[in-house]
């Protein structure tokens, strides 16, 4: 991996990063676009999905960037811009950003031919948010009335004999169906950007046979976009087909996509550039270097801004005590973003100052500080004054079917030099594999993290990542004084003054350290010479829809 008429709801992009999402296109902008034909099949690189294919339960790009063109929600993204757009609403109105009445677009259509009705939305999200089944979206509905009751605690932990008791309801008392079209929402407390967050996929409606075998269904899933599944085959491929019944305005090109499933960026990018895969959605650090991808690609890639971060997260303490706050501190210290920029990602990053994206209005620069600017004296001061590092040896897990053993060896290097401590970049073979690792708590030591952002907003920056219990919170980060920073923000009804408490809230990261910046992405892809209207969204993911064969 996301408004009324009467709103602007983007209160999310800035005006910088609304240019440089228009301005993508190939490395050749003075050539016209290429003639482009209807129907045909394409492949793109994929990853493995960490879990089935269920909306509620994907918080991951590899399962993610399926579910994109799979599902439908209230509310899609402008492909351009991430301007919130009514998909299956007709509208979504509120006088008070506590009470939304949400009325929707007669006849949209799932796969299997039935209808998108208002209870498909209900009873999806009192699923995804019923704590027994597990869903990781679940914390996205944490806002609406009623989902406290849905919750409950394991008295004596997971490895308990115990069991966690029955919640005290399977509905949560916020959501009312008033009739086929329209349903009600009422949130706890006022949310100021509820209308922007609707457009994530943990947000999408589950047709009626969900319901009926939820176990199985995310191998085949039924949703209501541009494309349906087919086939799954696991760490192989999976395969779309275009619907002949979408009910949205922006239908997909080609007939058939197959997200071809690879354990190596070099490998996938090799096959780019040979002509046997029509997208890669990630360039490796080796063609990154004097832009040797503009060579091997030529008038076939782009570059450019997206809503994305690097971080490294220590795993949390209960896992590993060894990467307290003081000690992430000075691993941050011992960090040489900029060298590591310029040598691995040839100058196609920019060196993280805090954790929320530029691309999102309310982007403040240099909240973290000293604590993100390399000096390797005052990281070792810091790592002394905090009684040495006591682990050992310091480790950085990275997936290794992804391009990322380059920078965190460099990384590994800049700490070990600066901080006298030998660390050591350690692979996990996929990333299915690695984010389990992360969510069961099995991994220790740091380990990369990154995120894309869900929708555009500041709040999708630090809520869903290091909200106490949120889905994406892998350290297990917790201070109330933060939480309640995120709540009186999320009641602010003027935008500009949600931004500014929303900063005030990152302010309080910039002393805890839950995570170390890294730097902010651009995306760059590459594509076949057999396709054309080839464009990377602000979210950093190929229009996949939008791509034709010439």
Known sequence: ????????????????????????????????TPAAKAGGSITVRGC????????????????????????????????????????????????????????????????????????NFVDAWNYTAYGPNAQYGSYFFEPIEGYGDLQSTDPDGE????????????AMSGLKVVDDTTFTIKTTAKVSNLRVRLGYTAFSPQPDAFFADPKTFGDKPVGAGPYKVDAWTKNAEIKLSKFADYSGDKAGNVDNITFKIYQDANAAYADVQANQLDVTDEVPSSALIDDK??????????????????????????????????IRKAISMAINREAI?????????????????PVVDGYKADVCGEACVYDPAKAKAALDAAGGFKGGKITLSYNADSSHKEWTEATCNSIKQALGVDCVATPVVDFSTFRSQIQDRKM??????????????????????????????????????FDAKLAEAAAATDAAESNKLYQEAEAILAKDMPSIPLWYNTSTIGWSDKVTNVKVTPFGVPDYAGISLK
């Open 159 to 170: 490895d308990g004999p115990q069991k966690a008791p029955e919640p005290k309801a399977k």
């Open 444 to 481: 220790k030591g740091l380990f990369r993290t990154g995120w894309q952002m869900d929708y555009p907003s500041i709040e999708n920056f630090l809520t869903p990542i290091y909200g106490k219990g949120a889905s994406s919170n892998d350290g297990d980060y917790n201070n109330p004084a």
């Open 293 to 326: 991808y503009k060579t091997d690609l030529p008038d076939r890639n782009n570059q450019q801004a997206e809503g994305v971060i690097q971080t490294i997260t220590a795993a949390p303490t209960s896992v590993d005590p060894n990467y307290g706050p003081e």
């Open 1 to 32: 991996m996301r408004g009324t008429t009467r709103t602007v709801a983007v209160a999310g992009i800035s005006a910088a990063a609304l240019l440089l999402a228009g301005c993508g296109g190939s490395s050749d902008e003075g050539t016209d």
């Open 341 to 357: 920029i310029k040598a691995i990602f040839n100058g196609s990053r920019e060196a993280a100052t805090g954790w929320v994206s």
């Open 48 to 119: 493995n999905p960490e879990n089935p294919l269920v909306a509620g339960n994907t918080s991951e790009t590899c399962g993610g960037n399926v579910l994109d063109v799979v599902t439908a929600k209230l509310v899609k993204y402008n492909v351009d811009t991430a301007a919130p757009e009514m998909d299956i609403a007709e509208s979504i109105e509120t006088s008070d950003n506590q009470n939304f009445t949400v009325k929707l677009k007669a006849d949209y259509k799932f796969h299997d031919g039935t209808v998108v009705k208002a209870k």
